[in-house]
């Protein structure tokens, strides 16, 4: 049987029917042992030999590809490529894809739910009750909130759908986009950040990219807003946003992604942020349905169904 390699660390866990596809295409998958992203010299050792890669979150750059002299299709499972040298797989002759729509829904509802915690202080009162602390906060409502949304893509556009019942002012920063919709309008970078009580990420960020909200970006917020990181880790520099909160300067930040994954630093020590384990997608019927179109995308690169395409744009031949 042919072999493919599953990078994501809980593949098939909620719905076993895409390894089921799998194997009735003919392949045998292998899948991630450590239940966490994988390490280079990790994917070369458990990838060599493979067609095809479903790829999760880890960087896939030129030297590794190279290193796996028999690939021919990488299925993304999850929507964003930045993770991937796309001219490397290009020259080396894979095919790469994508699963755009998949995670949106569960990301942008993941936001909505960080920011109602983050305005109503719903962690740090759990967290005083266990420690035998009964102590009433006074949080804030979204509504009449000016939120700022960065990045406007498919999870941006949702996110402020989600927001518009909360009767929330939108506006929204996005280089590749100028129209209103849903009533939030395009905004500068530096004009969002001192107007917004609330700021969502939802932009691509690759691991040589500067931080979207580095130190001086972070200088300009409006004093007292909160942050949500649903993108990538390191688009929100780490150790700025430490010092930000602890002075509190900023009231609050949940971030689900980090620039090294599991993290392990000092933002788990403060009160005011809320902090996840990169699970953007990790909605049973999310999972299911991004899992299953990486199996139709990669049987379709092998030229054994019909399945579901790449996001136009993003495969590569």
Known sequence: MTKVFISTSTFGEYDRSPLDALRGGGFEPVMNPYGRTLKEHEIKSLAKDAAGLIAGTERLDGPLL???????????????LDNIDLD??????????NTPSGPTLA?????VALLLNLARRVGEMDRDIRRGVWRKSAGSLLNRKKVGIIGFGRIGRKVAALLLPFGA??????????????GCRPSGLDEILPWADAVTIHASYGP??????????LAIMKEGAIIVNTSRGGAVDEAVLYEALRSGRLSGAALDVFKEEPYNGPLAGLPNVILTPHIGSYAREARSEMEMEAVSNLLRGFGLGAGCGPEKGAGRS
């Open 66 to 80: 190279c290193a796996m002299p028999g690939l021919r299709i990488i299925s993304r499972c999850g929507a964003g």
């Open 88 to 97: 490397a797989a290009s020259r080396l002759g894979v095919a790469v894809f």
């Open 107 to 111: 990301v942008a509802e993941l936001t």
């Open 169 to 182: 002012e939108l506006r929204y920063f996005d280089p590749c986009r100028a129209e209103s919709v849903f």
């Open 208 to 217: 040589s990219c500067k931080a979207i909200l580095g130190a001086r970006e």
